[in-house]
């Protein structure tokens, strides 16, 4: 019998705040990776609790598939996505299991929703996004959206605080920083060295230099309004504000120019994305509508606004 949830990189930092989050909600999990020794220390953790282990090697399609057939839901945490993540989603669209990853890099997040019609056809749900950065971002995007803001131009922007520094996030990073400055203007994406286009805004009680990046949130944002002209920032690493919370923004101008903005605040960026990721998982063990999705259209703002320590607020 399959188990509801199969965490992939489960022995990592964020994989495991995932499963412990499964695990308290009731969810029967399976704890899969490369590093058996690591698994099982993860393993340790859960005591008797409805765990089981699973080694998985992410080159052979055959232990990939065997992942895949272990839960109803795989979520994958293994980056970087761009050059991971496809394989696991094919194994997950063969055995019919729903797939969620975290993914914060432009590409792999364009990539996974462009195979919206492909899935829904095939019946199957592939979400993407389930951390801060593009959650949070979205989801302010989707709020000012439905308290009737127009979107011309979207501004979004991202502050995590961070109580780890993992070498898997510094890796996906890194690899997804390659692609330098990326906007969309007028509809096409435009690309510019990394560095170039850095501003000033103003949000989570501080004025922040920010830097245009090539991350998730710009095409959730592009994704969730439809504007033509879309712009990412995030906050240099290690120039945060320092107030031990996560913060992020998004600006709305209509075509009069009138501006429409929103911050959403929340505690330690890896528990944030944990709570996203378990509560997405959550959604799509009850049977979520077919497609490509991001997490936070998934499951819209007022769910993330209520996770824990979290808030949305309006701004002018």
Sequence with gaps: MRSDFVVLGASGTTGGLIAEELVRQGGRVVLAGRDAARLARTAARFEDRAVSVLGVDLTDPASLATAAGAGKVLVNTVGPFARLSPAVVAACLDAGTAYLDLANERSAVRALLDRDAEVRERGATLVTGAGFGPAATEALVLALLAAGAGAATVKVA??????????????????????GATRYEAGALVRAPLGEGATTLTFGGATRTVIPVP??????????????????????????????????????????????????????????????????????????????????????????????????????
């Excluded at 605080?161 to 692609?179: F, I, K, L, N, P």
């Excluded at 009138?258 to 959550?282: I, K, N, P, Q, Y």
């Design 158 to 179: 991202a502050a995590p605080h961070s109580a780890y520094d993992t070498e898997g996030v510094r890796g996906t990073v890194a690899e997804a920083m390659t692609e």
């Design 215 to 316: 991350t998730g949130d710009l095409e959730a944002a592009r994704e969730a309004s439809g504007a033509p002209e879309v712009i990412a920032y995030a906050v240099p690493r290690g120039s945060g504000a320092g107030d031990g919370r996560s913060h992020a923004y998004a600006e709305l101008t209509d075509a009069d120019g009138r501006v429409h903005t929103a911050e959403l605040s929340t505690g330690e960026g890896f528990a944030f994305t944990a709570a996203v990721a378990a509560a997405t998982a959550a959604r799509l063990l009850d049977g979520p509508p077919p497609g490509a999705w991001t997490a936070a259209r998934l499951l819209g703002p007022e769910l993330i606004a209520s996770l824990p320590g979290t808030t949305i607020r309006p701004g002018r």
